[in-house]
């Protein structure tokens, strides 16, 4: 949905963000990780606003869901609480429409039925979560929404191609 490569100028928004990234890379410091993470976060989302913001820019369709009624409030529910067990009727009331017409919209928006939507987010946080050696696949499958160790390693192998397991060792040698 971007370029290759996208240069965004530092601006009076970024150079403290910038800044403060810049003189925490300079020192070894406990907690320096955590700090990182979270800093380079915050330049990403601040370069990805400047970037759309852009008088020429054609913002792409996850901008203009997160900025669509019904549909963005849709994406922050599943977003902040992806392990709840959503259905289109619950999503639509909660955003104030009826199902039907939520259903739509949302498809027509962000190109894909709330529900498969849903799934996908929650096998890109599961991807993720599966980094963590530490953490069992059952572990995952719960953090994620699925009670069922067992549906949820058929959900990943039918969305990644590989069971978590095999996702895991994959990361690993490589």
Same mark, same amino acid.
């Given at each position: 949905m971007?370029?290759?490569?996208?240069?965004? =100028?530092? @601006? =009076? &928004? %970024?150079?403290a963000a910038l800044d403060l990234l810049a003189a925490e890379t300079a020192r070894e410091e406990p907690g320096q990780d955590a700090v990182l993470d979270r800093l380079l976060d915050l330049?990403?989302?601040?370069?990805?606003?400047? /970037?759309?913001a852009r008088p020429?820019? $054609? =913002?792409?369709? /996850?901008? #203009?869901?997160?900025?669509?009624?019904?549909?963005?409030?849709?994406? #922050?529910?599943?977003? $902040?609480?992806?392990?709840?067990? /959503? %259905?289109?009727? $619950? !999503?639509?009331?909660?955003?104030? #429409?009826? #199902?039907v017409t939520?259903?739509?919209?949302? %498809?027509?928006?962000? @190109?894909?039925?709330?529900?498969?939507?849903l799934t996908g987010w929650r096998m890109a946080l599961a991807a993720d979560l599966l980094r963590d050696a530490d953490a069992t696949v059952a572990a995952v499958a719960h953090e994620v929404g699925y009670e069922d160790a067992f549906a949820f390693r058929v959900a990943f192998k039918r969305a990644r191609? !590989?069971?978590p397991t095999d996702w895991r060792r994959q990361? &690993?040698?490589g």
């Open positions: 971007l370029p290759p490569l996208a240069v965004v =100028p530092a @601006g =009076p &928004r %970024t150079r330049v990403l989302v601040l370069a990805l606003r400047a /970037w759309c020429q820019a $054609e =913002p792409s369709s /996850w901008y #203009r869901a997160l900025a669509t009624p019904a549909v963005g409030d849709a994406l #922050r529910l599943m977003h $902040e609480d992806p392990a709840h067990r /959503w %259905t289109v009727a $619950e !999503l639509a009331t909660r955003v104030g #429409r009826s #199902r939520f259903a739509a919209r949302f %498809t027509g928006v962000v @190109g894909e039925p709330p529900l498969t939507y191609g !590989l069971s990361l &690993r040698s």
